[in-house]
């Protein structure tokens, strides 16, 4: 007990890696757990390229967390985004669906994720989504898919051309994945689907600023994948500086100079950042971050000062045994979740705490394209069918759920072993809704003040006037 009447109050900030980890390995602790996330359930990130190209559906990368934590009885889920720290009083604000609340704490764990991060770039955002949310990934489906569509109504080569080029921003793992994707869907699943385009024509290009294909993987592993896009078909364009991203095109400079390329189709997979919760943390505590927004951190992984919060994985800044910053990698959130729940236990039982946190790397996977892969583990390099083999037993073992792991093999082999896939239903809102939301403003705020303004002219706070009409959503045409 921490305080009268109550067990120690454990609030944990994000259902990630990170946040998931840490609430199981305390389901026997004498704590009580309030989990604050701003969505229902728990995000598979690794798998999402796969769900914007119609390989896995939502539900199969996106369990609902009431589900993956039902039989945790010390755990209180709660739907909103902390918008404030107050480490003094030990409370944090949050925002949800058209409510604002607090809870207590008498430990803080802050393990929020990460954002999509556009180096000051943020208007590229309508133009050239990213690849972090359920929300980023339907809008990449529709977009796809709908691109094939739109050019088979056109007759004019070079606007069917522009439709029918797809441009990956970013060649590391994520844009590595999605790339090769694509790549069979245009080559190997949509031939013959089409009366007026062949897919086979579609332009698939990689951009990065940087020299090579997954540079943390090594030269040898690098080569090999590039070699293995450029099978595919997929044009890799390294040393190319993005500087400019419109609804038609993309501005690129390279060694050559300054060039444009024609696509309808861009998605952003360069670069991440903390989200702006870590600044506002860093800011109440007094603690420093980096250019990425990370939060320095001390090596238990608490901030400085701050013994009871915990900042986990991709919003931390640590280094590891090479002296360099962790990486924004789902094992160190994993890692340093069960970490933060161990110095919790050890601190209720009296024991010492304040241990380094010590990250064990199990490696780096990354697919080509079906049955090709790469992985590097230890010392190992493998490439090819042994390193997809690893590939898939090692993401059936993390997906949550034993529903999820089964439906996930069984659209695997559609897409893989056929020429199917299993989710290519795409619609309008998912193309546009976001973009329109940003227009037509919260939907909960707009309610909210329409109803208070409501009460008080029932109440004769406000004088009577003529109704104004309420604006309507953007039509996708806009």
Same mark, same amino acid.
């Given at each position: 007990m921490t305080q009268a009447g109550h067990r120690h109050r454990v609030v944990v900030v994000g259902a990630g890696f990170g946040g998931l980890f840490a609430i199981k390995a305390l389901r026997r602790a004498p704590v009580d757990i309030t989990l604050i996330n701003g969505t229902a359930y728990h995000l598979f990130q690794p798998l999402l390229y796969q769900m914007a190209t119609g390989i896995l559906s939502e539900g199969e990368i996106a369990p609902p967390i009431r589900e993956v934590l039902k039989r945790? @009885?010390? $755990? +209180?889920?709660? %739907?909103?985004?902390?918008?404030?720290?107050?480490?003094?009083?030990? *409370?944090?604000?949050?925002?949800?669906?058209?409510?604002?609340?607090?809870?207590?704490?008498?430990?803080?764990?802050?393990?929020?994720?990460?954002?999509?991060?556009?180096?000051?770039?943020?208007?590229?955002?309508?133009?050239?989504?990213?690849? @972090?949310? $359920? +929300?980023?990934? %339907?809008?990449?489906?529709?977009?796809?898919?709908?691109?094939?569509? *739109?050019?088979?109504?056109?007759t004019d080569p070079e606007t069917i051309q522009r439709w029918l080029t797809f441009v990956i921003v970013g060649a590391g793992p994520t844009g590595t994945e999605l790339a090769g994707q694509i790549a069979e869907l245009a080559h190997r699943t949509l031939p013959g689907q089409y009366k007026h385009i062949d897919p086979r024509q579609a332009r698939i290009i990689l951009v990065d600023a940087i020299g090579a294909v997954l540079n943390t993987f090594g030269d040898h592993l690098s080569a090999g994948a590039q070699r293995q896009l450029e099978k595919l078909g997929v044009e890799v364009k390294l040393n190319t500086k993005v500087v400019g991203?419109?609804?038609?095109?993309?501005?690129?400079?390279?060694?050559?100079?300054?060039?444009?390329?024609?696509?309808?189709?861009?998605?952003?997979?360069?670069?991440?950042?903390a989200p702006p919760l870590a600044r506002k943390l860093a800011e109440a505590a007094g603690a420093k971050t980096d250019r990425a927004g990370r939060v320095f951190v001390e090596k238990d992984t608490s901030?400085?000062?701050?013994?009871?919060?915990?900042?986990?994985?991709?919003?931390?800044?640590?280094?590891?045994?090479?002296?360099?910053?962790?990486?924004?990698?789902?094992?160190?959130?994993?890692?340093?979740?069960?970490?933060?729940?161990?110095?919790?236990?050890?601190?209720?039982?009296?024991?010492?705490?304040?241990?380094?946190?010590?990250?064990?790397?199990?490696?780096?996977?990354?697919?080509?394209?079906?049955?090709?892969?790469?992985?590097?583990?230890?010392?190992?390099?493998?490439a090819g069918f042994p390193a997809w083999v690893v590939w898939v037993a090692v993401h059936l073992f993390y997906l949550v759920g034993?529903?999820?792991?089964?439906?996930?093999?069984?659209?695997?082999?559609?897409?893989?072993?056929?020429?199917?896939?299993?989710?290519?239903?795409a619609t309008q809102q998912q193309a546009f809704a976001r973009r329109a939301i940003r227009a037509y403003g919260d939907p909960f705020e707009r309610e909210r003040v329409a109803a208070v303004t409501a009460h008080r002219r029932e109440n004769g706070a406000v004088p009577p006037r003529t109704p104004e009409v309420a604006r309507e959503p953007l039509s996708v045409r806009e």
């Open positions: 945790q @009885k010390n $755990v +209180d889920v709660r %739907l909103g985004w902390v918008t404030d720290v107050d480490v003094e009083k030990k *409370v944090v604000s949050v925002s949800g669906p058209g409510i604002e609340y607090t809870v207590g704490y008498d430990t803080l764990i802050v393990a929020a994720g990460a954002s999509q991060s556009y180096f000051g770039n943020d208007e590229f955002a309508d133009h050239a989504p990213g690849m @972090k949310s $359920v +929300d980023d990934a %339907l809008e990449l489906r529709a977009r796809i898919f709908g691109a094939f569509e *739109v050019a088979d109504l056109h991203v419109d609804s038609t095109g993309i501005e690129v400079e390279d060694p050559d100079g300054r060039h444009r390329i024609e696509s309808i189709t861009k998605v952003w997979a360069a670069g991440v950042a901030l400085p000062g701050h013994p009871e919060i915990f900042v986990l994985g991709d919003m931390m800044n640590l280094a590891g045994q090479d002296g360099k910053p962790l990486p924004g990698v789902a094992q160190v959130a994993i890692q340093s979740g069960r970490h933060a729940a161990d110095q919790i236990k050890r601190r209720l039982s009296g024991k010492e705490a304040g241990q380094p946190f010590k990250y064990f790397d199990k490696g780096s996977l990354a697919t080509i394209s079906r049955f090709s892969a790469v992985a590097s583990i230890g010392k190992v390099r493998l034993f529903k999820n792991r089964v439906t996930a093999v069984l659209h695997w082999a559609v897409s893989f072993i056929g020429r199917g896939r299993s989710e290519r239903v």
